[in-house]
């Protein structure tokens, strides 16, 4: 590699890696993967209740044994939005070395809350028209549609909460002979009550000058564009596969993945969830679940076909012994011992296949999807699900997505079959130029 190439890689480097640690990025990214058991839950109980449990029970037990669902449902899914607020200001004001998270997290739900419109329209059961009610939280405010203001009144509340709190003036001190929780909580009574009060003053002036509330102009105005963009098909399409790239520089593909595209396609995942647990359409075709399926098969690159590949044609016994000491944590699509091992990183050779099928499996499972040939992910799998089951999980059970993910995993090999017979005539040149060296 040149010096000039040393350079350019060492520059993207500093700079993915500063993306990484950009501390609201990496807030987000922590929130999102504390509430993750939560949400893949929420996908579990939502796929007993509408496929199995259909399978085994009827009449009033299925409506019985339902409920357990329901419940679960209504106390992840349906309070998504608030969950995810109360996260990132504890990890927020932790990463920013805030010495009372817990408050933070307190702010963050209150100044959410606070945001909300006093009066709602809801349809009571088996009536005909919605009326207008007050002094209700609906699930419809704190779930799903409001994730991505949880997120934003999350980080405003949050910095404005530490920065106020930082205001020695602003700090009631009542010594040190009050037990330390008491004493924590008035440090931070005139802080509480000065961002609380400005975000209910916002919240009002919202609802007196327009008639609206942050709720929906968030959700029209911020969450809707930026996900029409970054969870359409080329969108989704390009920033994963900005992502993997970062893996041939050696720096994790999180700094793109995990911070960026992931809070949106959980959104996506959570409105799936909700429309099948409700009997509605599937709103999104691109979300979580169906990104990892079919792009992420045996870990980033999808490099469990890497290593079927390796064991079909690979003729190298570095990367043959590599693979087999890799199957096995492959199957459940953890794939450092090859990123390092093969190697992908810095390794020009499998940089094509490595960025090429992931971005082929999200295409093709979107067209499968869009075509109506099998059906939309319902359900967040655990990422470490493998391949095969991922798919029949994810979708409630349709054998056809199956046969799509495997489709996927054959052109996959396929394709990594060119690149395992490039890579092995490498190997071979370069140890052959070292021997000749050393003689």
């Not at 003036?169 to 009060?197: C, H, M, T, Y």
């Not at 992502?243 to 999180?254: D, E, Y």
């Amino acid at each position: 590699m040149s010096l000039e190439n040393n350079k350019f890689v060492d520059k993207f480097t500093m700079v993915a890696v500063k993306l990484g640690n950009q501390i609201h990025l990496r807030s987000l990214r922590d929130a999102f993967a504390t509430v993750m058991p939560l949400y893949i839950l929420a996908g579990l109980a939502v796929l007993l209740n509408n496929t199995v449990f259909t399978w085994i029970f009827s009449g009033d037990t299925l409506a019985n044994v339902q409920y357990w669902g329901t419940t679960i449902t209504n106390a992840t899914l349906n309070i998504s939005g608030l969950l995810i607020a109360a996260i990132i200001g504890y990890c927020l004001a932790r990463n920013r070395d805030f010495e009372n998270p817990l408050a933070a997290s307190m702010i963050s739900m209150a100044c959410l809350i606070a945001m909300m419109p006093n009066t709602v329209s809801v349809t009571p059961n088996a009536a005909k028209a919605a009326v207008e009610v007050s002094g209700v939280l609906p699930f419809a405010n704190l779930g799903t549609g409001s994730m991505f203001a949880g997120v934003i009144v999350a980080l405003l509340a949050t910095e404005a909460f530490i920065k106020v709190s930082n205001i020695k003036k602003l700090q009631v001190n009542l010594g040190d002979n009050v037990p330390p929780a008491v004493g924590k909580s008035f440090n931070v009574l005139i802080p509480v009550i000065i961002v609380v009060s400005l975000f209910g003053l916002v919240s009002a002036a919202l609802f007196n000058l327009t008639g609206n509330n942050i709720i929906n102009l968030i959700t029209t105005f911020i969450q809707e564009p930026l996900r029409h963009i970054g969870t359409g098909l080329w969108g989704c399409i390009i920033l994963y596969s900005l992502g993997n790239m970062l893996w041939l520089f050696g720096i994790h593909q999180s700094v793109i993945y995990s911070s960026i595209l992931e809070p949106l396609l959980i959104i996506n995942i959570t409105e799936n969830i909700a429309a099948y647990s409700a009997g509605q359409a599937i709103p999104n075709i691109i979300n979580v679940s169906q990104v990892t399926t079919y792009g992420l098969m045996g870990g980033s690159g999808s490099t469990i076909c890497l290593l079927i590949a390796t064991f079909l044609v690979g003729k190298n016994a570095m990367t043959k012994n590599v693979a087999k000491m890799s199957a096995a944590p492959g199957i459940f699509n953890i794939n450092e011992p090859v990123i390092f091992g093969y190697p992908i990183v810095y390794n020009i050779t499998m940089a094509i296949p490595f960025v090429l099928v992931p971005a082929l499996g999200i295409l093709i499972s979107y067209i499968a999807t869009a075509t109506g040939f099998m059906s939309p992910c319902v359900s967040l799998v655990p990422w470490t699900t493998p391949p095969l089951l991922s798919s029949f999980l994810a979708t409630a059970g349709d054998l056809k997505a199956v046969l799509v993910q495997a489709i996927v995993l054959v052109l996959g090999v396929l394709i990594y079959i060119l690149f395992v017979k490039i890579n092995d005539r490498v190997l071979e040149k370069q140890a052959a130029m070292e021997n000749e060296g050393e003689e």
